[in-house]
């Protein structure tokens, strides 16, 4: 990695953001330095199950030329983030880290899939996990088993570990977890990261394959806690879709 991209990854997400709306750095500066990352780092870290490289960079494309003639898509305009393999995206396999599910496409993508692009976001892919989050190592025996990657012999907990591992390495700028007891923040204090594992029924569980129907929940995993509050607000509030989510407006 050269100099240039060492140096876009090392961005917050917050940071990213305002420089892409600033003209700074484009989207698609954004989107090849986390790729050429991910292809750098990933054959060690086992972070990805999947990888959008061509829809990424067809994605950030299009929301360079909106931020060339001045459109602002949203606070996470052209900022590419990774979602654990739990969450649905349409016309893309969602495995939950099994081989059961290794050939399921989903046809509608999850709620917080639809709100990170509704916010400007490009997914750059989905991360790995232990098998159904039923675990906090991150062995996956289908998938790989995930590294810390401050310390490959190290583990970066679960069941986000591909999550944790994804944003400590400077792959991407965010990563959506989801946790049940502890799932987002164990991952997180172990690489390093911050962590918000939302209350029950802040952000809609549509779309999501979850450990406790009743308790999980999905939330930001990012490098600062100015990233953690801009992702959230992206994903939180509620959903005609998720009867159980809060009618409460998000504060900023």
Same mark, same amino acid.
């Given at each position: 990695? =050269? ?19 600033? =003209?700074?750095? !484009? ?9 050429? $990352? ?18 990424? $960079? ?43 599910? *290794? ?10 899939? %639809?709100?990170?692009?509704? %916010?400007? *976001? ?12 039923? /675990? ?10 995930? $590294? @810390? ?7 970066? %907990?679960? !069941? !986000? ?7 400590? %390495? ?6 959506? =977890? ?13 690489? /390093? ?11 809609? @569980? ?11 929940? *999905? ?34």
């Amino acid at each position: 990695m =050269g100099d240039t991209e060492r140096t876009i990854t090392s961005l917050s997400l917050a940071e990213a953001a305002r420089r892409v709306k600033s =003209g700074e750095v !484009s989207p698609v500066e954004l989107v090849d330095a986390s790729l050429a $990352r991910i292809d750098a780092v990933n054959p060690r870290l086992s972070a990805y199950i999947s990888v959008f490289a061509d829809e990424a $960079r067809k994605v950030a494309q299009a929301a360079e030329i909106m931020a060339s003639a001045g459109h602002d898509l949203g606070p996470l305009h052209g900022v590419p983030i990774a979602l654990k393999d739990n969450v649905a995206v349409r016309g893309t396999r969602t495995t939950a880290g099994s081989k059961v599910l *290794a050939d399921w496409v989903p046809a509608r993508d999850a709620t917080v899939t %639809a709100r990170l692009r509704q %916010a400007g *976001a490009i997914l750059v892919g989905k991360t790995n996990l232990h098998e159904f989050a039923w /675990g906090g190592t991150s062995d996956n025996p289908h998938y790989g088993t995930v $590294r @810390n990657p401050w310390n490959v012999e190290r583990f970066p %907990a679960g !069941s !986000s570990g591909g999550s944790g591992a994804a944003v400590a %390495a400077r792959t991407c700028f965010g990563a959506i =977890g989801t946790d049940t007891g502890g799932s987002i923040r164990l991952p997180s204090a172990i690489n /390093g990261l911050a962590g918000i594992r939302p209350t029950y029924g802040r952000v809609s @569980n549509h779309g999501i394959i979850p450990l406790a129907w009743s308790m999980d929940t *999905a939330g930001p995993m990012t490098r600062t806690v100015e990233d953690c509050a801009l992702m959230f607000g992206a994903i939180a509030g509620h959903d005609p879709k998720d009867p159980t989510t809060a009618r409460h407006p998000v504060a900023d």
